[in-house]
T-cell receptor, first 110, second 115 residues
Framework: EDQVTQSPEALRLQEGESSSLNCSYT??????LFWYRQDPGKGPEFLFT???AGEEKEKERLKATLTKKESFLHITAPKPEDSATYLC???????????FGKGTLLTVNP | GAGVSQTPSNKVTEKGKYVELRCDPI?????LYWYRQSLGQGPEFLIY????????DSGLPNDRFFAVRPEGSVSTLKIQRTERGDSAVYLC?????????????FGEGSRLTVL
């Protein structure tokens, strides 16, 4: 069974204070690791897909990296509008479902 | 509309009642997913449709839950004999084909409260 563990559960940063979120995973035959952002009362919004160890993707202040056991979402010089819950998910084997972690609630204070 | 539309946005019902939740996916998206999200948890997979057929219903918790997508577009999630533990936000997502890129487009969800 695919498993995703995210840490920390919550992270509070000052504006401009860079940090990283962690996603550890167990999956049989990784077919993709995905990062989503979720704002309160909204559905998750797609950010990145990573397929293989060593791959990196960037978008504005966010950069996602992947190893064989975990992924990191690096946030550089965050702004208050980056405050959200960040969800990590994996797809494995021959199925199409995504298995999500519980997410990291990020709060960026001005 | 431009995005995935879910109705109702909020539903309050009594234990034992029947509820239907509707999802209108993005036009042209053949893949449709239902997820359930409880407070403080990530989305939990329920069912995946490719076209009209349920390609994977392994996440449905029991036989009180059923979903249909008769014309390959709109889908309805049906819950019989609701229980308090069914209270959650039910999320629908759609994607092109099977969503191989992992880019699912989610609706805002239907919040179900069972009293």
């Amino acid at each position: 069974e695919d498993q995703v563990t995210q840490s920390p559960e919550a992270l509070r940063l000052q504006e401009g204070e860079s940090s990283s979120l962690n996603c550890s995973y167990t999956v049989s035959g990784l077919r993709g690791l995905f990062w989503y952002r979720q704002d309160p009362g909204k559905g998750p919004e797609f950010l990145f897909t990573l397929y293989s160890a060593g791959e990196e993707k960037e978008k504005e202040r966010l950069k996602a990296t992947l190893t064989k056991k975990e992924s990191f979402l690096h946030i550089t010089a965050p702004k208050p509008e980056d405050s959200a819950t960040y969800l990590c998910a994996v797809r494995g084997g021959s199925n199409y479902k995504l298995t999500f972690g519980k997410g990291t609630l990020l709060t960026v204070n001005p | 509309g431009a995005g995935v539309s879910q109705t109702p946005s909020n539903k309050v019902t009594e234990k034992g009642k029947y509820v239907e939740l509707r999802c209108d996916p993005i036009s042209g998206h053949t893949a449709l997913y239902w997820y359930r999200q409880s407070l403080g948890q990530g989305p939990e997979f329920l069912i995946y449709f490719q076209g009209t057929g349920a390609a994977d219903d392994s996440g449905l918790p029991n036989d009180r839950f059923f979903a249909v997508r008769p014309e390959g577009s709109v889908s309805t999630l049906k819950i019989q004999r609701t229980e308090r533990g069914d209270s959650a936000v039910y999320l629908c997502a759609s994607s092109q084909r099977g969503g191989d890129t992992g880019e699912l487009f989610f609706g805002e969800g239907s919040r179900l409260t069972v009293l």
